[in-house]
């Protein structure tokens, strides 16, 4: 039983990469348009591509985070779960850098994972 569990667990894992690994050039297309801090609109392509990974059927949904380049204490947050009225401009979410999880995030951004994992270890996440 164990062992058809890990064997599930690689091959969903190797699914999910390999889902994740064909958008990535989107993601950086789209992210890559946002200059310094994010305070603009979030463009509906990118909109559209996040509401397509949370479509995903492994992905139960989506949040992402940036960091403020000009204002360390900031990050900016926008989830696939928010709902938007077509008319509604689409934001990003600015939040003060307060919780634990939050104060990971940039961590994690600057090469230093080393939060994240405590985290992940602390709550058994498993990937």
């Not at 009225?85 to 090469?111: C, M, N, T, W």
Request: charged share 25%.
């Amino acid at each position: 039983m164990h062992q058809s569990i890990s064997c599930f667990t690689q091959v969903f894992k190797r699914i999910a990469a390999e889902q994740i690994q064909n958008l990535q050039t989107k993601f950086v297309q789209q992210i890559s348009q946002i200059i310094a801090s994010p305070k603009n609109n979030v463009a509906k392509t990118l909109n559209n591509l996040i509401k397509n990974v949370h479509k995903l059927s492994f992905v139960n949904s989506m949040t992402l985070y940036l960091l403020d380049k000009t204002d360390d204490p900031i990050i900016w947050r926008y989830s696939s779960q928010t709902i938007y009225h077509e008319k509604d401009k689409r934001k990003l979410e600015r939040l003060f850098v307060a919780k634990e999880y939050e104060k990971a995030i940039p961590s994690a951004f600057q090469g230093k994972p080393e939060l994240l994992k405590v985290i992940n270890d602390r709550t058994e996440f498993q990937w």
